[in-house]
């Protein structure tokens, strides 16, 4: 019984090497992530389910111990202490985008993995990114687009199983080098054959994806620049020296500590929800401990490697798979399966020992071995309940997103209801939740001749949709995002709610004071005064917004409509001026800007005369609900952080 259950562990943890890394489905908001998590912990919970049980029934407990234990024990451990102790919201640690979850149970892994036999687990490693490969050839010749029964993501010229061609390319040159050894070494013919045909195709696949990735191509990433991921980094530090700002929570972190000379990039309206690379990203969301974890890693990873150097010509070049993954982790972020990948790398490479615990004088179960079983036995099936709960929650909000594009209002509210009692904890669910609230607000608005009850569906409906938007902030009041959500939906209820236009302004004021850099926030801010006639604040705001972004024509625009307003017709050209030196002159927001500065000149005393949208701030707009629903007091927003 005990050597089946052994087999049936092995086959399992050499099965998650290879379905880990492919794992996608359409049936998930985002079809790569989760699908490749869920596969992961499954088979890690089964090992360590069929482990325990084959400790009640042999009586002793296998663990194997390596040159890695220490560094991959001590990583895990920081992670998890800190997205515990620092990161509000948990869900996004341990859920989605789970970055939590892939390293405890690479982890695990790398710890069950001891036994496997290490040419099996790096044949695995290197027929994933083989499989990588034929997909990216497919995809670019077309081949996957023709196929109708696939989803539309995957008919994408660009599609790779893991979303991101920098990610697919890491990999498939991280394994290049144990198809190389494998070529270089095979004796039999047919094995030889498989090696240099899957090499070449891993080549060529290597190939397109590094063309598509290349300046100007479709493909090329976009990432922070290396100073202003140190920046956040170093700022971060200053806060939180030893657990960073939580794991998982670098989007705050760089919506807060971002230079301003980031406004002067290209992607300065782009939110980065990772660091240039996976150091500095580890620093900011870890800390010091974070830090430290990395350097023991990379020490046992140097000796490692130095003895590999002094061996065969098979364990030397197959050393070259970690030596690439380790830079790719000084040069680009490194997603969560590249830190799965590393952790397999590492069992493929340690030279572990096996230690049997003998727990039992006979074969019979006794209360030492159940001690140490019972507990993983609990443990497995409580992740097991909790986790189907989370999966199902993301399930059915997919459905809501589907209800949402085929404009079914009340199926998209009510499987958001469902949503909600299955997982209350992640402030996307409450975010969508609310807007669909406002959504029906506003097609109910619409009315001419609005009954009562028309009236008090309205009432229950914006109510409804301020909770949301407030369990959104709670769940996470460190996020500017968050504070977004919730102010612009006090700002869209301002024609039909006594109150709204303060808390709007309160919200968006703790928005920005989250993301102090992001001019757009401040526009929204300014339009909120702009249209309550508060001119004197909405010029101070449109101003704070042009010194964050002085090249950002729509701040210039705002601030030029609110000087006009108070009567600075002056002032108000200048900025309109400013604003046709930055947007191109053959495009609409030109004529728009032009036509501006015209009738603005047309006020002045008779010897005065002579890119991105623009937008001016928006006016209070009329409704049809009368008198006004007065907000209870608990639609104030949540105290600030």
Known sequence: MSKILEKLEQI??????????????????????????????????????????????????????GKFDLAVLVLAVVYIVSAILKTPNKMEAFFLPGGVTFVVAGALYYFLAGGIEKKTLKFALYLTGVIYSVFTLLAFLGVLGKIPQLPAFAKDLYFSLNGSTLVSAILMATVLPLGVASLLTEKEVVKKLFSAVSLAVLILG????????????????????????????????????????????????????????????????????????????????????????????????????????????????????????????????????????????????????????KLSTNSKPSLPAAIVAIPLIIGVLALGYFGQRAVLAEYKFQQALTLLTQNDGKGTYDKLREVLSSSPYVDRYHATYAQVNLALVNALAQKKDLTDADKTTITQLVQQAIREGKATVTLNPQRANNWEVLARIYQSIIPIAQGSDTFAIQAYSQAVNLDPLNANLRIALGGV???????????????????????????????????????????????????????????????????????????????KATGESLTPPPSTQNSTVKPKITLPQEANPPAQP
């Open 12 to 65: 399992i943890l050499i099965a998650v090497v290879l379905f880990t890394p492919l794992a996608v489905s359409s049936v998930f908001p985002n079809p790569f992530i989760l699908p490749k998590l869920m596969v992961l912990v499954i088979c890690v919970s089964l090992v360590i389910l069929l482990r325990a049980i084959r400790t009640l029934v042999s009586g002793s407990f296998t663990l194997h111990t």
């Open 206 to 357: 290597l190939g397109i994806s590094i063309y598509t990735m290349l300046p100007g191509k479709a493909q090329s990433p976009q990432l922070p620049a290396l100073n202003t991921s140190w920046s956040i980094a170093v700022e971060a530090l200053k806060v939180s020296p030893l657990l960073g700002v939580g794991t998982g929570n670098y989007l705050t972190a760089f919506n807060l500590y971002r230079p301003i000379s980031y406004n002067a990039t290209p992607l300065w309206n782009v939110r980065f929800s990772s660091a240039n690379n996976f150091y500095f990203n580890l620093i900011t969301e870890a800390g010091l401990l974070g830090l430290a974890a990395a350097f023991i890693l990379l020490f046992s990873l140097y000796k490692v490697l130095k003895r590999n150097m002094s061996g065969e010509i098979d364990l030397k070049i197959e050393g070259l798979s970690l030596v690439i993954l380790v830079l790719s982790t000084f040069l680009f972020p490194t997603d969560s399966l590249l830190i799965f990948v590393l952790l397999v790398l590492l069992a493929a490479f340690a030279q572990f020992k096996e230690v049997d615990l």
């Open 529 to 607: 005064y702009y249209a309550l006639g508060r001119y004197d604040e909405a010029i101070q705001t449109f101003q704070t917004a042009v010194l964050s972004k002085p090249d950002l024509a729509n701040a210039h625009y705002n601030l030029a409509i609110a000087h006009r307003e108070k009567g600075e017709i002056q002032k108000a050209i200048d900025q309109m001026n400013a604003v046709l030196s930055l947007v191109s002159k053959d495009s609409k927001d030109y004529e728009v800007a032009q036509a501006e500065l015209e009738n603005l000149q047309k006020k002045l005393p008779a010897e």
